[in-house]
């Protein structure tokens, strides 16, 4: 009897969704997590700063709660959050099966802490952070994240001045540039209906999954 040819399994992947404040990666992140259960493929949505104890400490200190704070030491939070996070919710969610898809990863700290902090050091900080199998970087002008910010009336936190979020912006397109030798990221272009960079996510995550799983030849 000839053998039945049988479905590869797809082994879960850990998906990073990327962008500037007001970019709109929460809001993508949890389209991709339905979109993906809707079809058949278990995922799990998920974001940093994390719900951990440090993850909490972190929103207080970006609202504004424990100023002045030092630089370097949210720089360490972030890289001991991403452990915990790692640890406690990522590599449990892919045990058990389930896509991870992460709204913020290593990638914030590189284009944010090193505003103030040394490149080298905060990339140290985050070197045994598993690599996500595909980064979506949503890229846009700083001004028009601003202007959605503004519409849906998000309070201002620590990194929201204009200037700031121009450097992240320009730190994040350098990043993709500069890792797409090593890691695989991609830049989709944000300055359009979120259904639009919807769509195009989508193209992205079939593409790695059907990498990961070629459809069956019969
Ligand atoms: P959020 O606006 O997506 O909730 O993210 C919170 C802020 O924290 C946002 O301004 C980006 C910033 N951030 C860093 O500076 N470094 C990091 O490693 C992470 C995960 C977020």
Known sequence: MPATPTTPAVAPLLIAIEGIDGAGTTTQTERLRAWLEASGRPAHATREPSTGPVGRLIRE???????PF???ALALLFAADRMDHVTREIEPALAAGRHV???RYYHSSFAYQTLDA???W??????RARRPDLTLLIDLPAEVAAERRRLAGRPD?????LVTQRRVADAYRALARELSGSERIVVVPGDRP?????????????RVLAEVAPPARG
């Open 61 to 67: 200190v970006l609202a504004g709660q424990h100023a």
């Open 70 to 72: 030092d630089k370097a």
């Open 101 to 103: 898809l992460t709204d």
């Open 118 to 120: 040394d490149g080298a």
């Open 122 to 127: 905060v990339r140290t900080l985050s070197a």
């Open 157 to 161: 936190e620590l990194f929201d001045a």
């Open 194 to 206: 979120a259904d639009a960079v919807f769509a195009a996510l989508c193209v992205e995550v079939e």
